[in-house]
C-alpha cells in the first residue's frame, strides 16, 4: 500500500519569529494553500508534504530537518507552536493594543 501523504504549513511570526505548524490539509496542496491564507493572512508559509498526520511527529520531522540544514541544536529545538499557539497569540496581541 503506497504511503498517504499530508500537507502542514509552516510559518514563522513576523514580529517574534516564533515558529508555528499547522496541518494544512489531508487532500491537496491548493487546499493546504487555502487554508493558510485564511488561517494566516499576511504571513509567509512553506507547505511541507509529510508522511504523518500526528502533530507531534510531524513537529519531530521539522525539527530533523531544520537541524540538517542549519547544524544548529539551538535552531532545531526551538518549540514549533501549534493552531492553539497561534489564535492564543492573537489574543494577546489584542489586548496589548
Known amino acids: 500500500m503506497p504511503t498517504k501523504y499530508y500537507f502542514w504549513l509552516v510559518a514563522a511570526d513576523p514580529e517574534t519569529k516564533k515558529p508555528y505548524l499547522v496541518m494544512g490539509s489531508d487532500k491537496s496542496e491548493s487546499d493546504a494553500r487555502a487554508k493558510g491564507m485564511e488561517m494566516l493572512p499576511g504571513v509567509d508559509f512553506q507547505i511541507k ?3 504523518t498526520r500526528d502533530i507531534g511527529i510531524a513537529s519531530s520531522m521539522i525539527r530533523g530537518k531544520r537541524l540538517e540544514t ?3 541544536l539551538k535552531e ?3 518549540r514549533l507552536g501549534h493552531a492553539k499557539s497561534i489564535i492564543r497569540d492573537r489574543k494577546r496581541k489584542l489586548h496589548k493594543s
Open 49 to 51: 508534504r509529510l508522511p
Open 70 to 72: 542549519t547544524h544548529s
Open 76 to 78: 532545531a529545538s526551538k
